[in-house]
Protein backbone atom coordinates (compact mmCIF):
# COMPACT_ATOMS: atom_id res chain seq x y z
CA UNK A 1 0.00 0.00 0.00
CA UNK A 2 3.04 2.15 0.74
CA UNK A 3 5.04 1.54 -1.94
CA UNK A 4 1.58 2.05 -4.40
CA UNK A 5 1.40 5.35 -2.82
CA UNK A 6 4.98 6.34 -3.36
CA UNK A 7 4.47 5.94 -6.81
CA UNK A 8 1.51 7.40 -7.26
CA UNK A 9 3.06 10.52 -5.40
CA UNK A 10 6.26 10.40 -7.88
CA UNK A 11 4.09 10.28 -10.92
CA UNK A 12 2.28 12.87 -9.77
CA UNK A 13 5.40 14.69 -9.30
CA UNK A 14 6.82 13.50 -12.93
CA UNK A 15 3.66 15.07 -14.22
CA UNK A 16 4.00 18.47 -12.54
CA UNK A 17 7.84 18.83 -13.33
CA UNK A 18 8.01 17.75 -16.81
CA UNK A 19 4.74 19.59 -17.91
CA UNK A 20 4.86 22.39 -20.53
CA UNK A 21 4.77 25.85 -18.27
CA UNK A 22 1.30 27.31 -17.82
CA UNK A 23 0.50 30.65 -18.98
CA UNK A 24 0.09 33.22 -17.14
CA UNK A 25 -3.29 34.41 -17.07
CA UNK A 26 -5.99 33.43 -19.55
CA UNK A 27 -5.25 32.27 -23.18
CA UNK A 28 -4.58 35.31 -25.44
CA UNK A 29 -5.39 33.87 -28.40
CA UNK A 30 -8.86 32.48 -27.40
CA UNK A 31 -11.71 35.41 -27.50
CA UNK A 32 -12.71 36.86 -24.28
CA UNK A 33 -14.95 39.63 -23.93
CA UNK A 34 -14.12 42.60 -22.65
CA UNK A 35 -16.70 42.86 -19.40
CA UNK A 36 -15.43 46.60 -18.42
CA UNK A 37 -18.03 49.15 -19.00
CA UNK A 38 -16.09 51.85 -20.90
CA UNK A 39 -14.50 49.19 -23.11
CA UNK A 40 -17.73 47.89 -24.35
CA UNK A 41 -19.67 51.60 -24.59
CA UNK A 42 -16.92 52.26 -26.94
CA UNK A 43 -16.99 48.50 -28.73
CA UNK A 44 -20.58 49.73 -29.53
CA UNK A 45 -19.73 53.23 -30.48
CA UNK A 46 -17.53 51.74 -32.90
CA UNK A 47 -20.07 49.35 -34.37
CA UNK A 48 -22.00 52.19 -35.20
CA UNK A 49 -19.48 55.04 -36.32
CA UNK A 50 -17.45 52.44 -38.83
CA UNK A 51 -21.04 51.53 -40.83
CA UNK A 52 -21.34 55.56 -40.74
CA UNK A 53 -17.65 56.32 -42.03
CA UNK A 54 -16.60 53.44 -43.98
CA UNK A 55 -12.94 54.28 -43.33
CA UNK A 56 -10.30 53.36 -45.80
CA UNK A 57 -7.60 52.80 -43.12
CA UNK A 58 -8.24 51.46 -39.85
CA UNK A 59 -5.55 51.39 -36.37
CA UNK A 60 -6.67 49.07 -34.14
CA UNK A 61 -5.02 48.37 -30.65
CA UNK A 62 -4.50 49.33 -26.91
CA UNK A 63 -3.78 52.58 -25.19
CA UNK A 64 -1.11 53.25 -27.52
CA UNK A 65 -3.30 53.36 -30.47
CA UNK A 66 -6.56 54.72 -28.62
CA UNK A 67 -3.97 58.07 -27.75
CA UNK A 68 -3.66 58.85 -31.65
CA UNK A 69 -6.55 60.56 -30.49
CA UNK A 70 -5.29 62.59 -27.83
CA UNK A 71 -1.08 62.38 -27.28
CA UNK A 72 -0.75 62.13 -30.63
CA UNK A 73 -3.54 64.06 -31.99
CA UNK A 74 -1.22 67.02 -34.04
CA UNK A 75 0.24 64.04 -36.34
CA UNK A 76 -3.25 62.21 -37.04
CA UNK A 77 -5.02 64.93 -38.04
CA UNK A 78 -3.05 66.54 -40.67
CA UNK A 79 -1.44 63.07 -41.65
CA UNK A 80 -3.71 59.82 -41.25
CA UNK A 81 -7.63 61.36 -41.17
CA UNK A 82 -7.07 63.25 -44.69
CA UNK A 83 -6.02 59.11 -45.55
CA UNK A 84 -9.67 58.10 -44.35
CA UNK A 85 -8.08 56.78 -41.31
CA UNK A 86 -10.11 55.64 -38.43
CA UNK A 87 -8.98 54.62 -35.30
CA UNK A 88 -10.50 52.40 -32.69
CA UNK A 89 -7.91 51.74 -29.90
CA UNK A 90 -9.18 50.77 -26.69
CA UNK A 91 -7.11 51.80 -23.44
CA UNK A 92 -5.94 48.39 -22.00
CA UNK A 93 -7.01 46.08 -25.01
CA UNK A 94 -5.61 42.57 -25.18
CA UNK A 95 -5.22 40.19 -28.18
CA UNK A 96 -7.92 38.32 -26.13
CA UNK A 97 -10.66 40.92 -26.47
CA UNK A 98 -9.89 42.30 -29.70
CA UNK A 99 -10.96 38.72 -30.76
CA UNK A 100 -13.99 39.04 -29.20
CA UNK A 101 -14.85 42.29 -30.91
CA UNK A 102 -13.87 40.89 -34.25
CA UNK A 103 -16.19 37.66 -33.13
CA UNK A 104 -19.32 40.06 -31.90
CA UNK A 105 -19.57 42.16 -35.50
CA UNK A 106 -17.52 45.30 -34.58
CA UNK A 107 -15.86 45.53 -38.15
CA UNK A 108 -18.92 43.58 -40.32
CA UNK A 109 -19.95 45.91 -43.30
CA UNK A 110 -17.00 47.32 -43.49
CA UNK A 111 -13.69 46.57 -46.21
CA UNK A 112 -10.52 49.07 -45.81
CA UNK A 113 -8.20 48.79 -47.73
CA UNK A 114 -5.90 49.02 -45.12
CA UNK A 115 -4.95 47.98 -41.10
CA UNK A 116 -2.44 48.90 -38.60
CA UNK A 117 -2.20 46.25 -36.29
CA UNK A 118 -0.67 47.33 -32.62
CA UNK A 119 -1.57 45.06 -29.82
CA UNK A 120 0.21 42.87 -27.19
CA UNK A 121 1.72 45.63 -24.82
CA UNK A 122 -1.46 45.34 -22.25
CA UNK A 123 -0.45 41.86 -21.61
CA UNK A 124 2.80 41.90 -21.17
CA UNK A 125 2.11 40.16 -17.76
CA UNK A 126 1.66 36.91 -19.30
CA UNK A 127 4.36 34.54 -21.09
CA UNK A 128 6.06 35.80 -24.13
CA UNK A 129 4.83 32.52 -25.91
CA UNK A 130 1.35 33.28 -25.13
CA UNK A 131 1.57 36.96 -25.80
CA UNK A 132 2.98 35.92 -29.25
CA UNK A 133 0.40 33.08 -30.07
CA UNK A 134 -2.33 36.03 -28.79
CA UNK A 135 -1.45 38.51 -31.82
CA UNK A 136 -1.20 35.60 -34.60
CA UNK A 137 -4.65 34.40 -33.52
CA UNK A 138 -5.82 38.07 -34.23
CA UNK A 139 -3.74 38.29 -37.56
CA UNK A 140 -5.81 35.04 -38.45
CA UNK A 141 -8.71 36.45 -37.67
CA UNK A 142 -8.10 39.94 -39.83
CA UNK A 143 -7.39 38.19 -42.46
CA UNK A 144 -10.29 35.92 -42.39
CA UNK A 145 -12.50 39.60 -41.96
CA UNK A 146 -10.64 41.14 -44.45
CA UNK A 147 -9.34 39.28 -47.43
CA UNK A 148 -8.40 42.11 -49.36
CA UNK A 149 -6.72 44.81 -47.02
CA UNK A 150 -3.20 44.92 -46.13
CA UNK A 151 -2.27 44.22 -42.94
CA UNK A 152 0.29 46.17 -41.18
CA UNK A 153 1.33 44.40 -38.24
CA UNK A 154 3.93 46.31 -35.80
CA UNK A 155 5.98 45.19 -33.21
CA UNK A 156 4.98 45.58 -29.82
CA UNK A 157 7.03 49.06 -29.17
CA UNK A 158 9.81 49.52 -26.39
CA UNK A 159 8.74 50.26 -22.83
CA UNK A 160 10.56 50.10 -19.54
CA UNK A 161 14.51 51.28 -18.85
CA UNK A 162 17.09 49.11 -21.30
CA UNK A 163 18.27 45.54 -19.64
CA UNK A 164 14.92 45.46 -17.57
CA UNK A 165 13.01 41.99 -17.70
CA UNK A 166 10.26 43.77 -19.55
CA UNK A 167 12.72 45.63 -22.12
CA UNK A 168 13.52 42.12 -23.33
CA UNK A 169 10.34 40.24 -23.09
CA UNK A 170 9.18 42.47 -25.68
CA UNK A 171 11.82 41.98 -28.03
CA UNK A 172 11.39 38.35 -27.45
CA UNK A 173 8.04 38.37 -28.55
CA UNK A 174 8.31 40.75 -31.55
CA UNK A 175 11.32 38.25 -32.50
CA UNK A 176 8.81 35.11 -31.99
CA UNK A 177 6.08 37.13 -34.36
CA UNK A 178 8.23 38.14 -36.96
CA UNK A 179 9.85 34.74 -37.09
CA UNK A 180 6.01 33.06 -37.63
CA UNK A 181 5.28 35.60 -39.99
CA UNK A 182 8.15 35.22 -41.90
CA UNK A 183 7.96 31.07 -41.43
CA UNK A 184 4.30 30.45 -42.61
CA UNK A 185 3.54 31.67 -45.89
CA UNK A 186 -0.08 31.88 -45.31
CA UNK A 187 -0.25 35.04 -44.00
CA UNK A 188 0.33 36.52 -47.81
CA UNK A 189 -1.33 40.03 -47.04
CA UNK A 190 0.12 40.67 -43.70
CA UNK A 191 3.67 42.96 -43.77
CA UNK A 192 5.81 43.15 -40.34
CA UNK A 193 7.38 46.20 -39.20
CA UNK A 194 9.22 46.90 -35.65
CA UNK A 195 9.60 50.48 -35.28
CA UNK A 196 10.45 50.73 -31.70
CA UNK A 197 13.64 52.03 -33.09
CA UNK A 198 12.20 55.49 -33.07
CA UNK A 199 11.89 55.84 -29.80
CA UNK A 200 15.52 55.13 -28.78
CA UNK A 201 18.77 56.61 -28.85
CA UNK A 202 21.88 55.31 -30.02
CA UNK A 203 22.13 53.86 -26.53
CA UNK A 204 18.85 51.93 -26.43
CA UNK A 205 17.60 54.67 -23.83
CA UNK A 206 14.58 56.29 -24.66
CA UNK A 207 15.00 59.73 -26.73
CA UNK A 208 14.55 62.94 -24.14
CA UNK A 209 10.92 64.09 -24.46
CA UNK A 210 10.01 60.77 -25.92
CA UNK A 211 7.85 59.00 -22.78
CA UNK A 212 5.74 59.35 -19.69
CA UNK A 213 7.32 58.70 -16.19
CA UNK A 214 5.78 55.05 -16.44
CA UNK A 215 7.95 54.34 -19.94
CA UNK A 216 5.29 52.98 -21.66
CA UNK A 217 2.86 55.26 -23.05
CA UNK A 218 4.17 57.83 -25.54
CA UNK A 219 4.38 62.41 -25.48
CA UNK A 220 3.58 63.94 -28.55
CA UNK A 221 7.19 64.16 -30.35
CA UNK A 222 7.26 60.32 -30.14
CA UNK A 223 4.30 59.90 -31.84
CA UNK A 224 5.47 62.35 -34.07
CA UNK A 225 8.32 60.16 -35.04
CA UNK A 226 6.39 56.54 -35.17
CA UNK A 227 3.59 58.38 -37.47
CA UNK A 228 6.44 59.65 -39.98
CA UNK A 229 7.61 55.70 -39.64
CA UNK A 230 4.53 54.59 -40.32
CA UNK A 231 3.56 56.82 -43.53
CA UNK A 232 5.16 55.70 -46.04
CA UNK A 233 4.51 52.33 -45.19
CA UNK A 234 0.77 52.93 -45.71
CA UNK A 235 1.24 53.67 -49.02
CA UNK A 236 -2.29 54.69 -49.69
CA UNK A 237 -3.10 57.99 -52.32
CA UNK A 238 -4.31 60.98 -50.81
Not at 78 to 85: K, T
Not at 157 to 175: C, F, M, T, Y
Not at 212 to 217: A, L, R
Request: net charge negative.
Amino acid sequence: MLRNSFCSLALAWCLVSFAPHSVAGPNLSVHQRDERPFAIEQHEQFRRSLLEQKPRILFIGDSLTSRWQSTGKSYWLHHFEPLGAFDVGIEGETSAGLLWRIQDGEFDGISPEKIVLLIGSSSISSNPANIAEGVIAVLRQLERAFPAATILCLGILPRDSLGSPIREKVAEVNQMVARRLAEDPSFGHVHYADLGYVLLADDGSFRPGYMMPDQDHMLAPAYDALGAAILPLLSVRR
